[in-house]
Each structure stands twice: as C-alpha cells, then as structure tokens.
Nanobody
Framework: QVQLVESGGGLVQAGGSLRLSCAAS????????MGWFRQAPGKEREFVAH????????NYADSVKGRFTTSRDTAKDTVYLQMDSLKPEDTAIYYC????????????WGQGTQVTVSS
C-alpha cells in the first residue's frame, strides 16, 4: 500500500522558514516525480514544485521560485520542501504527490499539512 505522509507544517511569521517532509512508502519511486501542491481556502489547488526521484531535476511555480527549494533523500525515501521568506499568501494546506515519469497525472497523494503565515 503506497503512502505519502507529510509533516512539518505549522504557524510562522512572515519572513520566516519552514521545512516540510514527505515520507514515501509502499513501492519504489525510482521512476516517479514527486510534486508539491497547495490549496488555500476558497482557492483551487495549485502546483508548487516537483523533483524527479532518480535524477533530482526540479521545477518551481513562479510564485515560489527563489524562496522554496525541494530536495529528496533517496536513502530515507523522503522528499523535502524548504520554504524561506514566507509570505501570508503562502498560507495553505500543502500536499505531496507522486506521478510516473513522462505522465501528467499525479496518482498518489498525501493527506496534507497546514502552513499558516501570519503578517
């Protein structure tokens, strides 16, 4: 059974930092890309970043580029999202997800972790 479990969310002041973790289990993710998404109240879910499990190639939404960094530790089967210079508009539930390489659909999702940035 595939599981993605996020942790590390919380309340932080604007300008602060948080690091989210996503522990993956239940299968090999060698041929997968791991994505981070977020959903703010009343808004649609949006893409934040992704990283390929094997090569570590990354991509970011313009809104977080230069502030957020995603990485992975293949030995720990864990993906991270380092969030710096946080803004109130980063407040959302953050989800990690997995998709097979060269496909568009994320097929595995975590339960999400709340990030709240106060002004």
């Amino acid at each position: 059974q595939v599981q993605l479990v996020e942790s590390g969310g919380g309340l932080v002041q604007a300008g602060g930092s948080l690091r989210l973790s996503c522990a993956a289990s239940g299968r090999s993710f060698t041929n997968y890309a791991m994505g981070w998404f977020r959903q703010a109240p009343g808004k649609e879910r949006e893409f934040v970043a992704h990283i390929t499990w094997s090569g570590g190639a990354t991509n970011y939404a313009d809104s977080v580029k230069g502030r957020f960094t995603t990485s992975r530790d293949t030995a720990k089967d864990t993906v991270y999202l380092q969030m710096d210079s946080l803004k109130p508009e980063d407040t959302a539930i953050y989800y990690c997800a997995a998709r097979r390489m060269y496909t568009n659909d994320y097929i595995y999702w975590g339960q999400g972790t709340q990030v709240t940035v106060s002004s």
